[in-house]
Structure formats: C-alpha cells, structure tokens
C-alpha cells in the first residue's frame, strides 16, 4: 500500500521512525555549483563542435564564462568562510576537493583569458588573425581542464561513508549531465545566433541531444537500480528515487531531451521566417527543462545520501 | 619518535552517565544546544552509543563512549582541501587549526566515525585530546571524570601493557583507528 502511494522522505518521516542513518544534506550551494559548472564545461565543448556553424566563438565563451561565474558563487556559498576561500587549493597533492577547486579556478581563468585575447584586436584598434588563433589554442585547453574537472568533481563524492555516491556511476552521471546540458545550450545559442540553418545539420545536433538523453537516462535508471539493494529504511534513497520526484525528473529529460529535438526536426517543414523563431524557442525551453532536470537530479543526489558510519548519527 | 596516543575502553566499567560527554563540553566549552538547529545536542566531541546483542531473556546492551580515534592515516585530513587539519608528529593527535578552517564540511562526509563537528559558526571542530590540560600534565577532561575508570589513555605500548592477558580489540579500519575496546570477561 505504502510502496504505491510512493511516500517520499518528508511524508514517510511522519509515519515511520527515521533511521538513525538518516542526515540530510541541504546543499543548494553545492547544487548551483556542480550543474553550472557541468554545463559551464559542456557548453564550452559543445561550442568547439559548432565553431564552424555558427562562428559564436564570443557568444559561446561568454555563455560559459557566465555559467561558470554562477558555478563560482554557489562555490563561495557552500563554504563558512568565503573569505579564506582561496585556502581550499593548497592540499591539492591528496584532496580531491582540493583538485577540484583549482581545476575549476584554471577552467574559468582560461576561458575568461581566451575571450579577452579573442576581442585584443578590437580592444587596441588592430586586425589579426593570431589573437583568434591562441583563442582557439585556450579554448580546447581549457575544454581538456574542464573534462578534468568533472573527473575531480565526481571523485570528490566517492566517499566511503556515503554509498549511495561511492561508486562509479556518480562519475558517469556527471560526465553524461555535463555532455547533455552542454550540447543543449550550445546548440540553443547557435539557433538564436544564426537564424537559419541547413536540415542536415540541425537533425545531426537534435539527433546527438537524444542520444546524450537516452544515456543520461540509463545512467539514472541503473543509479536506481543500485540503490535499490540499500533502501533500508522508508526514508532512505530509493524511495526518493522510484517516487514521484524521479518520475518527473525522468519525464523532464524525455520532453527536453528527445521530443523537443523531434519537434524542431518537424518544424523544419514549415515557412522559414516562421520556423527559425520556433526552432529557437524549442531548444530554449529544452535547454531550460534539462537544467531543471538536472538540477531535481542534484538536490535528490544530496537529500538522499545517508551517512554510513560508526557509530550511527544521531 | 611518534608516540602515538589512543584511547582504552572498558565497556564493563560503563555505566552510561555521560560525565565524560559532559566534561568534554564543559573543557572545551561546547554548547549544550545549538539556536540554528532546535532540538539537537550541540556538538559532540564525545558520544556515548548503545549497542544492543542477543534477544531477550539473553539480551544485553553495551555502553560505548567514543570520540575522534586519532586515526594512523586520517581520511578527514586527506580530504580537508586548506590544509586545516593536520597530525601532530609527537603524539599523534590529530587537530584542526581553527584560523584554516573553511567550513566545507568535506571532513565530516569524509570521516568513518562522524568524529567531525559543526558549531553555529559553521567550521569544524573535533576532539583534540584535551591538549591544553595535557600540557599541564592532566589527563583529557573524559578520561579524568569517568565514574567507573571505564576510558582510558596512554600512548600505544602504554595500552598495550595494560591489556596484556585480557580479551581486547583494536577498532580495525582502513584508516587505523587507534581506539582500544577490551571485551567483556
């Protein structure tokens, strides 16, 4: 009866005792922090991809340049003393969190560097083609430092105390959230920057979106099937995660991630002045559902992470 | 030379009347509660737990008082990013320097025994064995003031002599927990 009324924590506290495991996590910073990043990475890899497309390299660097500033803040948030922030990188040599920090640091340095080399020429009044060139250089380095970054990023959560994030998928699902968010936005700027685009390209970039959300999708579904094994209590991960909040967030990737690139293929058939304002609203509204999405994902991955230790919580 | 520094337990000698969780918030000047939190006990550098075994009319319940184990190889000071949290070379005891410290809580998702603790001001805070009475000469305010002699400290060979003959543990662990349990007779 219990198990189809899908009871999530806050209503199962009210009819079960709590496990004594039980430690919530409220973590919004860290929520901002992680998807920002993540997208902030994945924008900037996908806006590689689309370079020849668009020529939005400006556009691009300043999307993730953005996102990563977000990232930054809800990093500043997390800690109690924003103001000894700059510490958090001395113990690199064997904190992962450490790595992370700097890695995240190098990241948006090097964007802000690449876009500042990117506009020199414009800046002091001059033509030249090489500022665009050590742009591009720094565009993929710091894309090669961001992919280091979500590796740092994950590992920092493979903790022992916390199995429901000790294992190699929080790795997969942060790779795969980041490949996801980033084609979807880098793809929704490149409709908004150029107006009109060829048919061929537009199904490539909403046929790779659909693919990148049947894995993330996998990759949530096998989250659920592991955890399953740890569901001790009511109040404990899997409830969360086969309730009613998975279910939206699973609902959320579909619209955004398969039935929205669908639909922009489809509306390739109609007039052309009217189909380019419609294709653009789509992967907008795309980009934002997946972010939700992403972000429901998050705040579950905190909310539902029990602390494993001896002696238990209490 | 390390002199590694642990702690004895004698759960047969426990009577569960947490004088020492008392005396730890009293040296270290711990609150009894915490404003930002309704309802919760503070921090605690020190807990008594209750284990329970068998069923009844074989149960019995054991009293355990546990607080940071001063690990070999400290996971929450691998994982603290500022450096904060550092062991002390002559004795062992691991300690937070306050003035590092930037709340990231990274620590206490790192530690197996939820040895770290968060006060209202959001930073770490952990037992540090007492060391300012230990410089005086003292023993750690729970040792001192535990009604039954149930903890107990010393360095590693000093425990070790004082074991000898009965049935004891070592708290095994990846990151070697210096806590010593002796078994019931």
């Not at chain 1, 005792?17 to 920002?36: A, D, M, N, Q």
């Not at chain 1, 390299?57 to 809800?74: Q, S």
């Not at chain 1, 992370?100 to 560097?113: C, R």
């Not at chain 1, 699902?173 to 107006?195: E, I, N, T």
Request: glycine content about 8%; proline content about 5%; aromatic content about 10%.
């Amino acid at each position: 009866m219990l198990d189809r009324l899908h009871l999530g924590p806050a209503e199962a506290g009210a009819v079960f005792v709590r496990s004594p495991h039980y430690h919530r996590e409220s973590e919004w910073p860290l929520i901002i922090y992680t998807v920002s990043l993540q997208s902030a990475v994945g924008t900037l890899i996908g806006g590689l991809f689309w370079t020849r497309l668009g020529r939005m390299m400006l556009e691009n660097l300043v999307l993730t340049l953005a996102l990563g500033a977000i990232g930054m803040l809800g990093a500043i948030g997390h800690v109690s003393s924003p103001l000894r922030a700059p510490r958090a990188i001395l113990n690199w040599r064997c904190s992962w969190l450490s790595r992370e920090i700097l890695l995240s640091v190098a990241f948006v340095g090097m964007v802000f560097l690449a876009g500042l080399i990117y506009l020199l020429p414009d800046l002091v009044g001059s033509a030249s083609d090489l500022s665009a060139l050590v742009a591009d250089g720094l565009r993929v380095l710091a894309g090669l430092t961001g992919l280091a970054l979500l590796g740092a990023m994950s590992m920092s959560y493979l903790v022992p105390t916390r199995p429901v994030w000790n294992h190699h998928d929080t790795s997969a699902s942060f790779y795969a959230g980041a490949f996801q968010l980033g084609w979807v936005v880098s793809a929704a700027l490149l409709f908004v920057r150029v107006q009109r685009i060829e048919a061929a390209p537009l199904v490539l970039i909403a046929c790779g979106l659909i693919v990148l959300t049947l894995l993330r999708i996998y990759i949530i579904l096998r989250v659920v099937e592991r955890l399953r094994g740890l569901n001790v209590y009511r109040d404990q991960p899997h409830s969360w995660l086969t309730g009613r909040t998975r279910q939206i967030r699973i609902i959320l990737a579909v619209v955004g991630g398969v039935v929205a690139p669908l639909f922009s293929v489809a509306v390739i058939f109609l007039p052309e002045t009217f189909s380019a304002t419609v294709t653009e609203g789509i992967w907008i509204i795309a980009a934002l559902l997946l972010f939700v999405g992403e972000g429901i994902d998050r705040w579950v991955f905190f909310e539902a992470s029990p602390a494993v230790i001896f002696p238990p919580r209490f | 030379m390390l002199k590694q520094l642990a702690f004895l337990f004698d759960p047969t000698r426990c009577i569960n009347c947490y004088s020492c969780e008392i005396a730890c918030k009293q040296e270290n000047a711990l609150p009894p509660l915490v404003d930002a939190q309704p309802g919760t006990t503070g921090p605690r550098w020190r807990r008594v737990i209750t284990l329970e075994e068998g069923v009844y009319p074989d149960a019995r319940v054991w009293y355990i008082s546990m607080s940071c184990m001063h690990c070999g190889d400290p996971d929450c000071m691998k994982s603290c990013p500022s450096g904060a949290i550092s062991k002390r070379a002559e004795d062992g005891i691991v300690v937070r320097d306050a003035k590092k410290c930037i709340g990231c809580r990274f620590c206490s998702w790192a530690c197996r025994f939820g040895a770290p603790q968060f006060g209202t001001d959001g930073h770490m805070e952990k037992c540090n064995l007492c060391l300012g009475l230990l410089e005086k000469g003292e023993l750690p305010a729970c040792v001192a003031c535990c009604t039954g002699g149930a903890i107990q400290f010393g360095t590693v060979d000093e425990i070790s002599q004082k074991v000898r003959g009965r049935a004891a543990m070592r708290l095994a662990g990846a990151t070697d927990p210096q806590f010593y349990l002796l078994a019931a007779r």
